[in-house]
């Protein structure tokens, strides 16, 4: 086969995106209506703000806005999760950035497949964050070792899915056909079966381990459990929510409302409460299911490590007055630390808090010695060149598991003896995962070498 024919990762990962969006529906039917809320309130915050639609439209952020999605799957043995680094790659993702779950009570770690490049973002930033089961961190020893035994017997994915896998790996790609062939048996993977693969005991001993627990090991598949849109104004799709009678979480996860939406914040509802089927002959309303749910995000500046650290210190000052867990003054509390988080494009980009990408504008290209005359920020300043945020595409690890933990349908709130295990998580994986810092940087400096002026740099982080 040439690989002329081949359809490029970028479209497979379309196909599948579309794909899995219209599954989802079909299982979830308060998905749809989440669709249509997050459209609404998108068309409202562009038409109110046209600054920020320009902004989107010169990063290219626009046209990918309502084919945005992340999903996230939990699997429960290092073959299942290097199998699906495979089966990404054959959608151009990539393992990106580490994440220790198990410190705010949630026995996984875990990774984000994405594109990375800016082209491939462009084209479609679908990405998966996917989880692994910790066994290790469950206590009891002999259902440790039944939990193990269980998921040591399963097959999460089609025969043909990895044929196709082989097939481009081998080939270097797949034509249109075997393309179209791999989105249908590659979604199989992440289908929803109610029918459990354990008895009722196994699976109540599993729940009482931990609700995830028995959500990774007791069923045929992964199932994805939640499919996500991105929305400009995550606020007012929370206060939207609430108008049509879903019942959102009391808190929404992240940072705090601010001018310049920074990292990611998430609110979240349960979408479903779905009947467990036992074998042998047991009641289909022997148990009930309740991890998958409806969830939201809003996307903003991704900080450098600077930037980061200082997140990281103010988000801690947050939470130890008084405790994230607690939705009473938990958001008073957070926006007080977070007024020592600069709140200003122009600021953050001269203290060297956030990645900015760079472009010439239509004064800057008719004048391309003006721009070279100065430094960067006197062209910025000068109206020659636009700095506009670089999006973060990756997750918090401490929203992460709170979104879990809101969704579980229990009170799990335990915390695990066990430290973050990078080098155990890579071995299963296969591969190191990659540094987000590294691509956004990647990014910017990208856009300040297309400027065309030798010399320039962004501000040190």
């Not at 359809?7 to 669709?35: H, K, N, T, W």
């Not at 017997?153 to 270097?172: D, K, N, S, V, Y």
């Not at 996500?228 to 929404?252: C, E, F, N, S, Y």
């Not at 926006?335 to 203290?351: I, K, N, Q, S, V």
Request: proline fraction near 5%; aromatic fraction near 8%; glycine fraction near 8%.
């Amino acid at each position: 086969m040439n690989a002329s024919t081949h359809l490029s990762p970028d479209e497979i990962r379309s196909l599948f995106a579309q794909a899995m969006s219209r599954m989802y529906r079909d299982e979830v039917p308060l998905y749809g209506a989440l669709m249509e809320l997050v459209s609404e309130v998108n068309a409202a915050a562009l038409a109110a703000d046209p600054s920020l639609a320009a902004r989107l439209q010169r990063s290219d952020a626009l046209d990918r806005l309502d084919a945005e999605r992340h999903g996230a799957i939990r699997v429960g043995t290092p073959r299942e999760l290097a199998t699906l680094r495979r089966l990404f790659a054959v959608m151009g993702m990539a393992p990106v950035g580490y994440y220790d779950l198990a410190v705010a009570g949630v026995p996984v770690h875990a990774t984000a497949f994405r594109p990375v490049d800016a082209a491939a973002l462009a084209r479609n930033p679908f990405r998966v964050f996917t989880s692994l089961l910790r066994l290790e961190l469950i206590e009891d020893a002999a259902l440790r070792e039944k939990a193990a035994a269980i998921l040591e017997r399963r097959e999460i994915f089609t025969p043909r899915a990895l044929e196709l896998i082989e097939r481009f790996e081998q080939a270097g790609g797949l034509d249109a056909e075997e393309a179209r062939e791999f989105v249908g048996e590659a979604l199989e993977t992440f289908r929803w079966h109610s029918e459990a693969t354990v008895s009722h005991d196994t699976y109540q001993a599993l729940l009482s381990a931990h609700r995830l627990i028995a959500d990774v090991v007791c069923f045929r598949g992964p199932h994805i459990n939640h499919l996500t849109p991105r929305t400009l104004d995550i606020d007012a799709a929370q206060d939207a929510m609430r108008a049509r009678g879903i019942d959102a979480k009391a808190v929404i996860e992240g940072p705090p409302r601010r001018r310049c939406p920074i990292l990611l914040r998430q609110t979240s509802f349960k979408a479903l409460q779905e009947p467990v089927l036992f074998p042998a002959g047991e009641r289909a309303d022997a148990g009930t299911h309740t991890a998958r749910f409806g969830e939201i995000e809003q996307r903003g500046l991704a900080l450098t490590p600077k930037g980061r650290a200082l997140y990281d210190r103010l988000l801690g000052q947050a939470r130890e007055a008084g405790g994230a867990g607690s939705t009473g003054d938990y958001p008073a509390r957070l926006a007080a630390a977070f007024a020592g988080f600069p709140d200003d494009d122009d600021t953050l980009r001269r203290e060297g808090l956030g990645y900015y990408r760079y472009a010439l504008t239509e004064a800057g290209r008719a004048d391309p010695d003006a721009v070279a005359r100065g430094s960067l920020d006197d062209a910025i300043d000068a109206g020659l060149v636009t700095a506009d945020p670089v999006i973060y595409e990756d997750f918090l690890p401490v929203s992460a598991a709170g979104i879990f933990q809101s969704n579980l349908g229990g009170d799990e709130q335990r915390a695990y003896a066990a430290q973050a295990n990078r080098d155990a998580f890579e071995q299963a994986l296969g591969a190191p995962v990659q540094d987000q810092f590294a691509i956004y940087a990647a990014i910017e400096q990208d856009s300040l070498r297309a400027l065309g002026v030798s010399g320039w740099a962004a501000p040190a982080c």
